[in-house]
């Protein structure tokens, strides 16, 4: 296997003398336009005859010797910066492949090749290094200062209003009494008045041939500070959770200091039928209106 057109020629510009070695292919027997790469003058190029042609192996598109010269003036233009520009041919006659269109061609697949064979670990510290760097550049911009101090002040002001809802809640709940359910919902429940029931006890005996419940209990305070005592609310309550008579009773004490305990008791003659529990509590203002209408026979 053989062609003439693979193998190179000299020729050389008649203005400045400079010499350029080329495929015998890319000049042809006729003849060809080009222009000088150093002096930038165009001259009719022309190979006095084609090279002998070289026998190569099927397995090789260069013989040795082309390949040692090629290598040899690669590195000799490599040095002199000196560039061979392609040759101005006619618009009809396409160019023939040189040893550099080759190569040329080939460089991608080496460069693909070339990342393909770096190694994944280091390509993926590279881009946490990379996302590091982007990262510190967004936190130094305006605009995310701003997030972040929005972000901080809305931290602080929820953990202010859970503070301050829980070291409140007793004044809370006595200005807004519905949310004594909110926090009874989440196991807080808030004594506003201060004062709590103790041993409650109900005894049921007769006098006069009439059945009279005796109910006895001690209100202790639970308060940081002296507080009133208002009345006390008493209900006779059937199986099913319903008040089927209740009373107000007014303790003996008007006031109790933190820790103090107050005796109370009460009776009422011919309970009603049906009444199975007593339910004892304080009259708030709020349920002071509401038992106003509690039926006669209150205490």
């Known amino acids: 296997m053989s062609s003439p057109d ?19 292919g890319t000049i042809g027997a006729a003849g060809r336009e080009v222009q000088c790469a150093q002096c930038s003058k165009p001259w009719h ?11 190569i192996d099927e397995d090789r598109l260069f013989s040795p010797a082309d390949e ?13 910066t000196a560039t061979v520009l392609p040759a101005k041919v006619v618009p009809d006659l396409e160019p023939d492949r040189t040893l550099a269109d080759i190569r040329a061609a080939l460089a991608p697949r080496a460069k693909k090749a070339e990342i393909n ?31 972040r101090t929005a972000r ?37 429940p808030v004594n506003v008045v201060g004062l709590t029931f103790e041993d409650s006890k109900t005894l049921t005996s007769f006098r006069n041939g009439k059945s ?16 009133p005592v208002p009345p ?24 109790m200091a933190p820790g103090d305990v107050l005796d109370f008791s009460t009776e009422v ?20 209106a509401m038992g106003a209408g509690t039926p006669a026979g209150t205490v």
Do not use: H
């Open 6 to 24: 693979l193998q190179t020629v000299v020729i050389a510009c008649p203005n400045c003398g400079t010499r350029y070695q080329v495929p015998y």
């Open 45 to 55: 190029a022309t190979a006095d005859a084609p090279p002998p042609p070289a026998v």
């Open 68 to 80: 040692r010269a090629l290598d040899a003036q690669f590195e000799a233009e490599a040095r002199t």
């Open 117 to 147: 064979a770096i190694d994944p670990a280091l390509l993926s510290k590279s881009k946490r290094a990379f996302d590091q760097r982007q990262a510190r550049i967004s936190r130094k911009l305006p605009m995310a200062r701003v997030r």
């Open 152 to 188: 901080l002040g809305a931290f602080v002001l929820l953990v202010s209003i859970l503070m301050l809802g829980f070291s409140m809640r007793t004044d809370l709940v006595r200005w807004f009494p519905a949310l004594a359910g909110l926090y009874a919902s989440i196991g807080m």
């Open 212 to 227: 009279v419940m005796l109910i006895t209990s001690r209100i202790r305070s639970v308060a940081s500070q002296t507080v």
């Open 232 to 255: 006390v609310l008493v209900s006779l309550v059937d199986a099913g959770g319903t008040t089927v008579y209740e009373w107000t009773v007014t303790p003996l004490a008007t006031s």
């Open 269 to 288: 003659s011919a309970p009603p039928q049906g009444a199975m529990t007593v339910r004892l509590s304080f009259t708030t203002p709020r349920a002071g």
